[in-house]
T-cell receptor, first 114, second 115 residues
Framework: AQSVTQPDIHITVSEGASLELRCNYS??????LFWYVQSPGQGLQLLLK??????LVQGIKGFEAEFKRSQSSFNLRKPSVHWSDAAEYFC????????????FGKGTKLSVKP | DVKVTQSSRYLVKRTGEKVFLECVQD?????MFWYRQDPGLGLRLIYF???????EKGDIPEGYSVSREKKERFSLILESASTNQTSMYLC??????????????FGDGTRLSIL
């Protein structure tokens, strides 16, 4: 069965430091992968997506993610974190054979220290 | 910009009540979804719909039903609310472009408390 694992429940980084949030997926074919961000009390906003092609994808707010098939990973990165990046981040994979149906990881909460 | 509107941000109901959560999208999307979000469990799919009057069960449909009478509106129904249905409920919509499903757009959520 398909699954998405985000190994880190909570991460704290200092403002200005680099960030990497981990995501591993389980799927036999080429996956369609997504990262969403959720600010407190809000819905989810799409940061970026990978459908095919270039394995390094750029998203909004200065985020990027790299698809590594050999490691079944799709890690999210940002070179310099801002206090406004504090939020919860969700990785998702499209369920195979299903119309836009997503499986989400359990999320990683990011805290930013001044 | 796509707008997915959930009718209530906060809702308090009593055990045994029939509860309706409404979701409306303004971009003529074919696909609509209902999730619940609980701490440590992420988002779990309750029901989804690919078209008017069509519905499919997600991973946790028990205790819920849905209605999609118009393309823009997707309602989630708690037939007889129970305390274990206290949660954040998120609605989403998406569309197809050149045969490929596009990413989902989410509403701001309804925080439902069942007393």
């Amino acid at each position: 069965a398909q699954s998405v694992t985000q190994p880190d429940i909570h991460i704290t980084v200092s403002e200005g430091a680099s960030l990497e949030l981990r995501c591993n997926y389980s799927y036999g074919a080429t996956p369609y992968l997504f990262w969403y961000v959720q600010s407190p009390g809000q819905g989810l906003q799409l940061l970026l997506k990978y459908f095919s092609g270039d394995t390094l994808v750029q998203g909004i707010k200065g985020f990027e993610a790299e698809f590594k098939r050999s490691q079944s990973s799709f890690n999210l990165r940002k070179p310099s974190v801002h206090w406004s990046d504090a939020a919860e981040y969700f990785c998702a994979v499209e369920r195979g054979g299903s119309q836009g149906n997503l499986i989400f990881g359990k999320g990683t909460k990011l805290s930013v220290k001044p | 910009d796509v707008k997915v509107t959930q009718s209530s941000r906060y809702l308090v109901k009593r055990t045994g009540e029939k509860v309706f959560l409404e979701c409306v999208q303004d971009m003529d999307h074919e696909n609509m979804f209902w999730y619940r979000q609980d701490p440590g469990l992420g988002l779990r799919l309750i029901y989804f719909s690919y078209d008017v009057k069509m519905k499919e069960k997600g991973d946790i449909p028990e205790g819920y039903s849905v209605s999609r009478e118009k393309k823009e509106r997707f309602s989630l129904i708690l037939e007889s609310a129970s305390t274990n249905q206290t949660s954040m409920y998120l609605c989403a919509s998406s569309f197809q472009f050149r045969g490929r499903d596009q990413p989902q757009h989410f509403g701001d959520g309804t925080r439902l408390s069942i007393l």
